[in-house]
């Protein structure tokens, strides 16, 4: 099995080093539209997120990332942002905003926002600037090009939502370039202006007291120059979406990108403890490269998507994922994981029930900070989505490919009451069939319900700091159990994953003793030495 570089630890008599509080903390995403609603429109808001606050404190993580809350025409539900500096009618307005950050604050909880640099909306006064003439001096804010010389856009590339990437603009004659849709025209990060103007709107955030930022698809954010044409993708077939028809090897991850954020860095840090994380699909080796160096840092936190894309879930599979990433990871970078987001299929939709229970102690017991997605703390699964509502940009754009991304997005389910307590009206997109029995109140009443799991796991890790800044070691995958030690000193913690639905025996490390069985994902088991069908331990360890 995979072994894992041993990290060194500090001699038990140092106290220990003081921690940044990402380390030890864990992040929680919202999905503005879909957290809670409060004034009726079906569609939820900061106010609602500011009356939700002791669920998210109670539940016992320790900042939220925000989707996009910024004015936008919703093409891409607020990843198309029209203004930088403000808040989108249907959210509220900077006053609510300040008013959650502060109570937020008060409660302990930090906010992260969405920052969305690669693009902005065509409706961006800069775009709307940019378009109007060749010779406008915001024209060179976005990426325009002539027509290849036999007609036809200016290179191959294609958007990750289907079709060309460069969109004809009559009224000057050229093509601007889109990654996403054409609703999001790319901005021109090569030009000096453009990145002033983007750190004005993160120092304007900051200094409004946001503890940090989560960067959108930050590897897109430079291209190469020249923008030649992208290399075919020897792989792509029909149905993959015609992103996948060439390789986006000018297109993304230039090693440019990295001075960008060097600069974002290095502007956060002047604050204090403000975390970056930047959001990056790219192999290993390359996602790495995004921590940067000691003498070019970037971000603090590239998101590390290796749980929601990996192509087998076992407990094999599982060893290796947790054991490349560890030893991929440069000195001093920290790591982080995340199962679930506004772009992926469910955990529990994937796995079911009792796995996810399996896979919520995988998430919350390894090394690293783990970012977890509104509502899979209830285990709501697949969310079929009926045809007429559909309202996700990239379903209606190539249809039946199996890319819609709403299922992820249906509201939170407070209660049995109208509309799950979620809003007064009918809701942006369905709850799901079933959320009168799955839902907050429900699972509160149930001592062994998902939710009382999350709540119980996330104290756990909290009170223990060999789960939470604590080694990783002994990484191993036997008979469909996946196991791994975290310790501190001589607090040492064995975590033993049974992911299959038969019995079995627990392996024990050589020399260890079970002193205790911390908790088990199934309610009510006591430790015999086996492990039930799809159960998950972690076992307080003495060793001899
Ligand atoms: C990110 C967002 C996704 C959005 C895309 C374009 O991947 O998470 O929702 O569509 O960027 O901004
Ligand atoms: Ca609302």
Redesign the pocket.
């Known amino acids: 099995m995979p072994s894992l570089p041993e990290h060194p630890e500090p001699a038990a008599s140092a106290s220990p080093p003081a921690a940044p509080w990402w380390e030890t903390g864990v992040i929680y995403q919202i999905y503005p539209r879909s957290f809670q609603d409060s004034n009726g429109d079906g569609i939820g808001d900061l106010e609602g997120i500011r009356r939700r606050l002791d669920y998210v404190s109670h539940l016992g993580v320790d900042a939220i990332w925000l989707s996009p809350i910024f004015p936008s025409p919703m093409a ?1 539900f607020g ?1 198309d942002v029209a203004d930088y500096r403000g808040v989108a009618a249907m959210f509220g307005d900077l006053a609510q905003f300040d008013r959650l950050l502060a109570e937020a604050h008060a409660k302990g909880l930090r906010i992260l926002l969405d920052f ?1 640099p ?2 902005s909306s065509t409706q961006h006064p800069w775009f709307v600037e940019s378009r109007s003439s060749r010779t406008n001096p915001k024209r060179d804010w976005y990426i325009w090009r002539d027509g290849a010389p036999g007609g036809g856009p200016p290179n191959n590339w294609t958007s990750d939502m289907g079709g060309s990437s460069w969109e004809f603009d009559p009224a000057t004659g050229q093509y601007y370039l889109h990654a ?1 849709l054409k609703e ?1 025209a790319d901005l021109n990060w090569r030009n000096p202006e453009v990145r002033a103007a983007m750190m004005d709107v993160l120092r304007f955030w900051f200094d409004r007291g946001v503890d940090g930022f989560r960067i ?2 930050m590897w897109h954010a430079i291209k190469a120059q020249g923008l030649p044409d992208n290399p075919p993708n020897p792989d792509y077939a029909p149905g993959m979406g015609e992103k996948y028809k060439v390789l986006q090897t000018h297109s993304t991850d230039q090693p440019e990108v990295h001075e960008i954020a060097r600069d974002f860095r290095a502007l956060a840090d002047s604050y204090g403890e403000r975390l970056l994380v930047g ?1 990056i699909f790219l192999p290993l080796p390359k996602l790495m490269e995004y921590y940067g160096t000691p003498a070019m840092p970037g971000v603090h936190l590239p998101f590390n998507f290796q749980l929601l894309e990996a192509p087998h879930w076992n407990a094999g599979a599982l060893a290796r994922i947790i054991a490349d990433y560890e030893a991929a990871l440069p000195p001093g970078g920290w790591p982080n994981w995340v199962m679930g ?3 992926a299929p469910r955990i529990a939709g994937k796995l079911g029930e009792a796995q996810a229970r399996v896979a919520a102690m995988l998430l919350l017991t390894l090394r690293g900070t783990p970012t977890l997605y509104q509502g899979d703390e209830l285990g709501i699964g697949v969310v079929e989505i009926p045809p007429d509502r559909i309202r996700d940009p ?1 379903d209606l754009r190539q249809p039946g490919l199996g890319l819609g ?1 709403d299922g992820a997005r249906t509201p939170m389910r407070w209660d049995a009451g109208a509309h799950a307590g979620f809003s007064a009206a009918e809701p942006w997109l369905p709850l799901g069939d079933d959320w009168r029995t799955r839902n907050v109140a429900v699972q509160d009443a149930e001592p062994g319900s998902m939710l009382a799991l999350y709540r119980r796991l996330l104290a756990i890790r909290r009170a223990n700091p060999a789960l939470n800044r604590g080694t990783l070691s002994s990484v191993a995958a036997d008979q469909d159990v996946l196991r791994y030690e975290r310790s501190d000193g001589s607090d040492r913690f064995l975590i033993a994953l049974n992911m299959t639905s038969a019995e079995r025996q627990l392996m024990l490390p050589e020399g260890a003793d079970v002193a205790e069985l911390v908790i088990s994902t199934i309610p009510g088991r006591s430790f015999d030495g086996r492990l039930a069908p799809d159960e998950g331990v972690i076992l307080r360890m003495t060793h001899h």
């Open positions: 891409d990843y969305v690669n693009h996403f999001q959108d698809v959001e987001s506004h772009d990239q991304r």
